[in-house]
């Protein structure tokens, strides 16, 4: 088996095997390919064409086709199916945490009616807990199956648990162990399990130091937790402390990166998670109320420099440097609202106050705007030659560049501390009020020099 | 054992212990806590204080929490050893990865000069070997560490191996299976190998789906590698097929947090990897590069406004869509430029080709321009009743976002062609270009309309 590539000649071998009905040929190379990237070619195939895979596949393996295949197509090849069979076909061979994740993206209606049809009333039960935890904490992450012990139990009735448990839990490392009551009280890891004799007693053999997140646990904590104890499952207590679920870390990858991607794309003006081949109308809807944000700006701008208009008739060279006066106030504000969302989402900015913490920005930013400020004064003294235009460019920048770092730390503080994600305020939101800002700033002082001078 | 929360209360607690000479209260205090939470603890004290606490601590797990300290800290605290206790005292007992890291943090003779100090000669040429490894590879990544069974052992065997190499693999969840000639062949799960009779031979139990990189792998193919197949183990090959080392999740948890936080910074103009609690001067430099960059392209715009000169003079109303005209080329360019970047870092591009990408792209900006023109031209017939004025700016605007578009998506693919880090390209770099393109754009139209209307 191979790890390959999926791209447009693979792509196009498929095609030739559906258009010759060679079943035969297809299936060789299904077996040979893993689940992710069978995903990846249904991902680019019709929905005819999906259902010619998804037929020549093997049940346990279209299950997990169906968990890593992209949103739509997911809908598409199970809209054909009445709630029965999505329930007893497909749900019922999925771990529950990829079931619970199926179905979230059904309308509610819909996804009760799946999980009323299934035949196993245990595990309905256990779905219909899982879809009622809150979004973004880890009880809806969380997937229920596990291996777990008691505290008076051998070791050789342990591992009898495992055997019985093999087919329904996928991958064990670790073995949780827990009192009569059901309360979390340590684990067990599989390399100990078989070091040790069957004879033992587990309660001599576990280990008492066991991290472990609640139900209500918010998922950023849980990507947290994970990252810095180096997890590979994080068992999930409920509130009176029993073993309800656990998180699996390749769950906890793909949330780190959608995070990251996420803010990312807010960093850039983009509000809605999407990626380059989505259609046209989503790529747009996406990007448009950061541009009418901008657009907005620009209009306040140009609200504000019409005050100034006689000025700007007078001195027309102010003009030249209102590029250079709002770039320089949005660069700064976007750097330094960076570096505080970064350290709000990471949890390094340490216990220091707010006031600490733009004292510190406005003195990164003096030192950068005396540099960008002389730069930009000696430019315009020895080309320029003029002389009040200079001066006032110059300390308009520092004092911008003073401003939009403030700014910049202050407000995704601000928002965090109003428990709202600060991602939204970077980007285009800081440079667009470092603009009107900038441009407030350097006619301000402008009037005042060219008047003084 | 807790997980806590290290705060200000925390630290000044350690502090009482220091001055009261309270040792015994410092290693009740420490023996409850995790090593990266003892870590947490170090970095906030100072270099006395930080050595009162490692040497309350047992051996053990000074070496877990010199890999979890920051970068500054641990070199602190090693400098006052000579290399050979650096040798023997620490880098002998961590694992090898964590070894390598370490050392990569000295100077090349300073860490041969560790290196050839240890007493454990086979673990020096582990060592030797892994540093040489090129930085961003698999290799310079991977641990030496692991469990490997023969193809012709029985279960029994490779259970006796696990035994002989339990103190020396920490964690071991899976063990690799190799031929005579050490070539990978395959893998067997912990779990499967308690399921398996004894007597078994492996080579009828194990597991021929195995995934692997070879040492030469770049580091972000491991990353998409571990994310995609959900791995929590991946072998390391040599050319020639021989299984040399793992990577294990969380190294690779650790380096996606890594490059999203690098390229979150990159796209808000920050060069290095800094955060929040670094000193004022190392803020400064990381944020100047791209700031210059800005100052440069100011600079510029100023010069294209002074070719216009005549015509503020004449229609200084012109000027006051500077901003705006500015705001949305950037705006828009970033959109564009993130979402390939983005694409082009989760490998989600598709293998089309640049062409259809930027067509693509074009139709997005369209629709959003034109939202944008028509709702710019409304305010301006309806506020400022300028035709001209009204007509060149939603002209200029849709030109502007087109171009900044096909910019945003250009420029990142052509860098990645040429084997450049498109995620340089973004945030400032398009930000101050399209600054420019805009204004040239905005005032040749202007020139145009308001000689012809």
Known sequence: MEKLQVDN????QFRSWFSHNDTVALREQLVQMYPPDIAA?????DTDEARQVMNALAKEIVVKVLVEMEEQGRENFLSTFTPYDIANEFIENMDSDDAAYVLNHFPNAVKEEIISQLQDIEYASSLLNLISYEDETAGSLMAVELVKAYQNWTVAQCIEEIRLQAENVESIYIVYVTDEMERLVGLITLKNLILAQPSSNIADVYNK???????????DEVANITKKYDLVVLPVVDPLGRLVGKITVDDVVDLIKEEADEDYQL??????????????WVLSRARLPWLLIGLLGGIASSRILGMYEGQIMIHPEMAFFIPLIAAMGGNVG??????????????TLGTRNIGQKILKEIRVALVNGIICSALILAYNLSVNHAYELAITVSIALITVIIFAAVFGTFIPMFL????????IATGPFITTSNDLLGIV???????????TL
């Open 441 to 451: 700033i350097y006619f301000s002082i402008g009037r005042l020099l060219y008047n």
């Open 267 to 280: 960093m850039s003006g983009i509000t809605e998670d999407v990626d380059s081949t989505d259609k046209v």
């Open 41 to 45: 070619v249904i991902d680019r195939l």
């Open 209 to 219: 130091e066991v991290i472990s997140v609640s139900t209500s646990t918010k998922i």
């Open 416 to 423: 965090s501390r109003l428990k709202i994600d600060p991602a």
């Open 334 to 347: 976007v750097q330094s609202s960076a570096i505080v969302v970064q350290g709000l989402a990471n949890d």
């Open 9 to 12: 000649a693979l792509i196009k």
